[in-house]
């Protein structure tokens, strides 16, 4: 009896030392291998794989603690994938909750107003967190796999800076974007001015991202609708260079001259009436709203001084004298912006 008792006494005495070093090795902190400390864990990483990979990187000492503490908490399922940043030395009870809750980096990228879609493309492509699925795709391919509606993908995503986890995919990423311009045309449709000669929000878009390429000044976009809004009412056309330069592609070599305005092409606003069949960049929400309430203006024309401004004409003779004053022709070269009438 005497003998069970010590076996008892020595048994009891044993747990409660473990359970007093495990109590203590959980709660102590361990010092990281730098300040601050990023780690990955992959996609699909199970419990001990991630407790294999935190202490081959020295940031817990003893992989069989940790997934004791997990299994403990009934936790083992439950860490999360991403990019982690660790800004101090921390517990391995502090260090499973961080991975519980997800505390990730937010990694981000970046679309610009202005920018083409074969430009988003290839921020895309060149990420180096996000995966890609849509780089054997063709555009029309891409559209169908975000559940878009339209047959071009010129202009249908939002520029914006988007955050995101590791290994996020470039389709999730598109839809985001997708879904912001969808919103953005949508609301800014509701609020547009009476009696615009823009039958669909889809062209308010394609308006819209002339805007955008004919000015970055946030006083001129406002007059510059007003003055395509007045010339689409009078049945004028748009001659507008930016929307030469998107059809001519690759062939641009950064030179617009007088036989590019002359050959006909379906994004040529000198030698067709009306809208582009498409848009021609990614515009910003200044100029989604630029094209639904323009500024209320008589003028016609507008020409690029150079410094940014646009000079503005309500008639053909001014615009010509600020075209010889402001854009001077050389080598039969023209220089953007609205600059011409025929």
């Known amino acids: ?33 730098a300040i601050p400390y990023d780690i990955s864990i992959p996609a699909g990483a199970n419990l001990k794989q991630v407790s294999q990979q935190l202490e081959d990187a020295g940031v817990i000492l003893n992989k069989w603690t940790f997934i004791l503490l997990a299994r403990y908490q ?31 980096i937010q990694n981000e990228i970046r679309f610009i107003e202005g920018w083409t879609f074969a430009q988003i493309r290839q921020v895309l492509n060149e990420h180096p967190a996000i995966r890609n699925f849509t780089t054997g795709l063709s555009e029309q391919e891409i559209l169908r796999v975000i559940g878009a509606v339209e047959t071009s993908a010129e202009g249908l995503f939002f520029p914006d800076t988007y955050y995101f986890v590791r290994d996020s995919s470039d389709i999730e990423i598109l839809q985001r974007a997708y ?15 009476e009696s615009l000669p823009l039958a669909t929000p889809y062209e308010a878009l394609i308006l819209a991202s002339i805007i955008e390429k004919e000015t970055g000044l946030e006083s001129d976009r406002a007059e510059i609708a007003g003055v395509f809004i007045n010339r689409l009412r009078k049945g004028m056309r748009l001659q507008t260079d930016p929307t030469i330069i998107y059809g001519l592609g690759e062939q641009f070599d ?4 007088k036989k590019d305005l002359l050959t006909d092409q379906e994004y040529n606003t000198y030698t067709r009436s009306g809208l582009p069949p498409t848009p021609i960049a990614m ?3 200044a100029s989604i709203r630029a094209a639904l309430n323009p500024s209320e203006t008589d003028a016609l024309y507008f020409v690029a001084k150079g410094n940014g401004e646009s000079q ?16 001077k022709q050389k080598n039969n070269i023209m220089l953007p912006s609205t600059s011409i009438n025929f």
């Open 254 to 257: 950064g030179n617009l001259r």
């Open 312 to 327: 503005f004409s309500t008639n053909l003779t001014d615009h010509n004298k600020a075209v010889n004053k402001y854009q």
């Open 283 to 285: 515009p910003g929400l």
């Open 1 to 33: 009896m005497q003998k069970l008792k010590r076996l008892l006494f020595s048994g009891t005495l044993i747990a409660i030392l473990l359970a007093s070093w495990f109590y203590l090795h959980v709660h102590s902190s361990v010092s990281l291998p």
């Open 74 to 104: 009934n936790q083992e399922s439950a860490i999360k994938a991403g990019d982690y940043r660790f800004k101090e030395n921390l517990t391995q009870v502090a260090l499973l909750k961080a991975l519980i809750r997800g505390d990730v």
């Open 179 to 193: 879904h912001n311009m969808q919103n953005h045309l949508e609301s800014s449709w509701i609020v547009r001015a």
